[in-house]
């Protein structure tokens, strides 16, 4: 028998490298689909960079990063989720249908509010420093 082939106790197959390495190859294609055929990445996309940008030059510090590294997260962890639904409900129900709606409309909905909570904790974090610049 085939060391690859063989099952835990539990039923799942060994731990593989190989197998990590392909799952995180996968994982970077969706990744980059979401960002190739999504316009609102393409925002989320210009976003990230301003805020990582503007966290290098206001210096801001550790738990500001972590807030911002969160914020940044969660917006893409919604916005490929919500990829994943539309895509998966357009195979599913090609023809208009009100309950794809509903699900495309309430995915959607949680892109955007994980962008507004991603917005208010910039604007928590940089306004200060940018009325401190402006004051000065």
Request: proline fraction near 4%; charge should be negative; include cysteine.
């Amino acid at each position: 028998m085939d060391h690859d082939s063989e099952e835990s106790a539990e039923g799942a197959p060994p731990f593989s490298v190989v197998r990590r390495i392909e799952s995180v190859r996968h994982a970077s294609s969706g990744l980059a689909r979401v960002i190739r055929s999504e316009h609102n990445a393409w925002l989320h996309g210009v976003a990230t960079l301003l805020v990582i940008i503007c966290g290098w030059g206001f210096g801001i510090d550790r738990g500001e990063w972590l807030a911002v590294v969160l914020a940044v997260a969660i917006v893409w962890t919604a916005e490929s989720f919500n990829t994943a639904i539309e895509t998966l409900c357009d195979v599913v129900s090609p023809e208009r249908d009100p309950r794809i709606k509903k699900a495309k409309d309430i995915s959607a909905g949680a892109v955007l509010v994980s962008a507004i909570g991603a917005f208010v904790i910039g604007v928590l974090i940089f306004v200060p420093r940018l009325l401190s610049l402006i004051g000065s």
